[in-house]
């Protein structure tokens, strides 16, 4: 928008930048200084030129910025300046360019709504509303907020009033909140369980009503969000998003990384230059073999800090491994049938194993004693998760009486779920607010675990053989019999990705979120190989050649070396993949060969045709 160049500081209604004694901040001044709308009644000429002192031109300028609107790109960067702290030199682009960051009336409205100026704020929003010629109220003289087609008067009157009616809770004014209340925010009719909502707060303890409300943070804190909401329904072209620059370099990113087919790092891309990962920095190569189990191996997983690796064998078996030399450091024998899942506690310190022999163990990783045992399961346990806090888990079954559980570290039973149907997996959201149970019918069951109760259960189209959630508990990962692999927003149950390639349909074969920052989704296969794919674009990365027969059963990703991944397979052999090729094997060495994979599966746990 246009400044007028040399529009006073002071308003046509005589209000001066100093706003009932506050200053307002040099980014506001700038924008006050500029007339309606930005709009100067002595614009420069069209050409882009003019004149001082009748000789001296200025240069032409050309009306975009390599195709991108030349008034867009420059009022974005005068509110990059101020928010990145050179107001000087946001005032002299100002200036310079001849564009304001804001017209009168918003930068008005900001100061009113950042000092907490309600009566000024809500004028100012009323006269927007007014249709053309409308409103004869001091403030029509800054001009009106230009308002997006599906402003609502009264969702905008909503959130200033109860922005006022909790600063007067915090200032403990309870007759005045409840004037406000009353006579401002129930004659709106507007959301009407929020208002009963703030009606409640009346009796709220001074000490709880920051928690109730959910109104964290100091007052300022509050008004910038409360301006955020708000300008959601002022059009952008005279009311900026905040931080817009930062915004769209995010893009830039982003777009970088999902273009980029290798990114396996946490460190954001460079802007200075295109951002392209070298495949030779992938983790591609099995550098290393573990051949401690003697019988297909079903499960894997590394420990929360990467410090350690636990596989599950059908020799019965749990191994525990030291990553920094992949040595032993203990070997669980306890179990009287298959071991189809182990997974760490958030603390590492403890291990849960599941067996087909229908128990579930609790370890103690550093001296490896058994802390308990679970075996009221009538059926193999298939799966378990630990609560965010340690202190509990759930453990699954094919077991249709008692398919969950909830158990404290001591033994008891804290729920049980219905009875109803028969679990292939389960895991539980890192932020421990939900259990989502995956059904040997192809169902999926989402329960909120402090109530225990369903919040949804999700259909699918095919058998479900694993799932497991996003670090940041926003999505779900779940492998289905057909062949395919589904990414899930836990929130809308929409399908987001879809990840196709890898071989399956008879056996349980499990996937997970793997790479620096999850980037990658990385899958087992019945067709001996590994499959990665890129998260954010569904593309198929790489399909390695590595174990020697059978399935890869199962994967996981180091969390702490993104240069490092694991795959357990029907050959007995744990493999360790890594950037670094392998060492050449001298001529007459002999490699350790599994059975072929004609050898018969008769799991039951393991097979999906027989769930």
């Not at 002071?10 to 007339?35: D, F, Q, V």
């Not at 421990?432 to 675990?449: C, Q």
Request: some cysteine; hydrophobic content about 35%; glycine content about 6%.
């Amino acid at each position: 928008m246009r400044s007028d160049g040399g529009a006073s500081t002071a308003r046509a209604n005589g209000r001066s930048e100093i706003s009932n004694g506050l200053a307002t901040s040099p980014r506001r001044k700038a924008a006050i200084s500029g007339s309606l709308n930005g709009q100067s009644p002595s614009h420069t000429p069209s050409n882009g030129q003019s004149q001082t002192n009748g000789s001296v031109k200025s240069p032409v300028r050309a009306p975009t910025y390599f195709g991108h609107d030349r008034e867009e790109v420059t009022r974005i960067l005068i509110q990059s300046l101020y928010d990145l702290g050179y107001s000087s030199a946001a005032a002299t682009l100002s200036r310079e360019s001849g564009y304001e960051l804001e017209s009168p009336a918003v930068a008005a409205f900001r100061s009113a709504v950042l000092e907490g100026h309600w009566a000024e704020a809500e004028q100012i929003l009323l006269d927007s509303f007014e249709p053309d010629g409308g409103g004869d109220h001091p403030t029509s003289s800054w001009g009106k907020l230009a308002l997006v087609e599906n402003a609502n008067r009264n969702e905008m009157l909503f959130c200033l009033r109860q922005q006022k009616f909790l600063e007067l809770l915090e200032a403990r004014d309870l007759g005045a909140a409840l004037m406000v209340l009353r006579q401002e925010l129930t004659p709106l009719n507007y959301n009407i369980p929020q208002l009963h909502a703030l009606s409640s707060l009346l009796m709220c303890p001074p000490e709880y009503l920051r928690e109730q409300s959910g109104w964290d943070g100091s007052i300022e804190q509050s008004r910038e969000r409360l301006l955020t909401e708000l300008s959601k329904f002022i059009s952008p072209s005279v009311m900026i998003p905040d931080h817009r620059l930062a915004v769209l370099l995010d893009h830039v990113k982003q777009n970088q990384i999902n273009q980029c087919r290798y990114h396996n790092t946490a460190t954001p891309p460079s802007l200075y230059c295109d951002h392209v990962c070298d495949r030779n920095d992938f983790p591609l190569h099995p550098t290393i073999e573990l051949t401690h189990h003697a019988d297909e191996i079903w499960y894997v997983e590394f420990s929360h800090d990467g410090s350690k690796l636990a596989t599950a064998s059908k020799d019965r078996s749990v191994i525990i491994y030291d990553t920094a030399t992949f040595s032993v450091i203990h070997k669980f024998l306890e179990h009287d049938e298959p071991v189809a899942y182990a997974t760490w506690s958030p603390d590492d310190s403890k291990l849960i194993t599941c067996s087909q022999d229908k128990k579930a163990k609790v370890w103690e990783v550093e001296t490896g004693r058994c802390l308990l045992t679970i075996n009221n399961h009538r059926e193999p346990v298939t799966a378990a998760a630990w609560a965010a806090d340690g202190e509990s888990f759930v453990t699954a079954s094919l077991d249709d009486k008692t398919q969950l559980c909830h158990w404290s570290m001591r033994g008891h039973a804290l729920y049980t779920w219905p009875g109803g149907f028969r679990v292939q997996d389960c895991a539980i959201t890192p932020d421990g607010t939900r259990l989502i149970a995956a059904d040997e019918t192809g169902k999926l069951h989402v329960f909120n675990l402090s109530t225990y109760v369903e919040e949804y259960c999700l259909p699918l189209k095919s058998k479900t053989t694993s799932v497991t959630v996003s670090r940041d508990s926003k999505y779900m990962l779940v492998n289905l019999a057909e062949g395919q692999i589904q990414m899930i927003d836990i929130e809308t149950t929409e399908v987001v990705r879809r990840f196709q390639g890898q071989k399956q349909g008879e056996f349980v074969i499990r996937s997970t979120f793997g790479g620096a920052a999850e980037n990658f989704v990385v899958s087992g296969s019945e067709d001996s190989r590994v499959y990665i794919w890129h998260r954010e674009n569904s593309t198929l990365v790489e399909a390695l050649e590595g174990h020697i027969s059978g399935c890869v059963n199962a994967v996981s990703w180091n969390p702490t070396d993104p240069g490092m991944f694991a795959s357990a397979g029907d050959d007995f052999i744990v493999r360790i993949w890594t950037r670094e090729p392998p060492p050449k094997v001298a001529a007459g060495t002999k490699r350790r060969i599994a059975p072929s994979n004609t050898m018969a599966r008769t799991s039951a746990l393991r097979s999906t045709t027989s769930l």
